[in-house]
């Protein structure tokens, strides 16, 4: 990418809930970023319907539970961490996968859907860990686009020492790919990326790629949200 900046500071600000805020992104090539301020803890939750702000809230003091809506959704395979896109009239779901043969070292599968709730798994194979050196240990968290035909999967790379960045693979029927390599990495300079970078998620508008991500810094505590964007990957 051509440019790297912090987040903007767009957000969601619920009463009740974390509110973001953080300084506009600059042209100059550096970043910057988001700050969350944590909601005050409550005693004691609210009866009764809860608000989306409620439930925000309760979700980061830890007070929400989670429980399985409909059992008969889905398929007899995992599918974590999907990011889908639309593709020769199908929806193609890209997800981390567990291959055996991979010694379990986190991949990505394909699964793809008509309806968007009943999928069929074509493969858990699709982008892999290794052989190369900069995602040997995970290549996962996928974020997918497909510009014009050509599917853009941009994901999270671990070496063996760990300390991940952002690759790239193409494919042109979106199930056999081609990796070209890192094409975003962490600066260490800055606290709140100098461990790693990741989670990707990629989208165009008109000729200009944006690639969101997060940074996490080596105290393990500081999370935050970057935006890379460029003319081209």
């Known amino acids: 990418f051509l440019g790297l ?42 009866t009764g319907r809860l608000t989306k702000a409620q439930q925000l809230s309760g979700l980061f003091e830890g007070t929400v539970t989670e429980k399985i809506a409909d059992s008969s959704v889905g ?37 793809t859907s008509d309806d ?6 074509v493969t858990d194979t699709a982008i892999v860990a290794g052989p190369e050196s900069y995602d040997a240990r995970m290549a996962s968290f996928a974020g997918a686009w497909n510009d014009g035909g050509t599917v853009y999967v941009v994901y999270e790379s671990t070496p063996q020492n760990g300390g991940a960045d952002i690759a790239l693979a193409t494919s042109t029927d979106g199930v056999h790919f ?4 890192v094409i975003l990495k962490k600066d260490t300079s800055l606290p709140w990326q100098s461990y790693n970078i990741g989670t990707p998620d990629l989208y165009k508008v008109g000729d200009t790629w944006y690639l969101t991500f997060h940074g996490y810094g080596k105290d393990k505590r500081d999370c935050q949200i970057g935006l890379a964007y460029g003319k081209e990957l």
């Open 178 to 181: 081609t990796k070209h390599g």
């Open 116 to 121: 968007g709730v009943s999928f069929t798994k």
């Open 5 to 46: 900046a912090g987040a903007t500071g767009v957000g969601v600000a619920l009463t009740g809930c974390a509110e973001k805020t953080g300084p506009k992104s600059d042209l100059s090539g550096t970043s910057a970023a988001a700050s969350t301020t944590a909601p005050a803890s409550s005693a004691t939750m609210p």
């Open 75 to 111: 398929a007899a395979f995992a599918m974590h961490f999907p990011d889908m896109i639309w593709l020769n009239g199908k929806i193609y779901a890209y997800y981390i996968s567990y291959p055996a043969r991979y010694e379990g070292r986190p991949c990505i599968g394909l699964a």
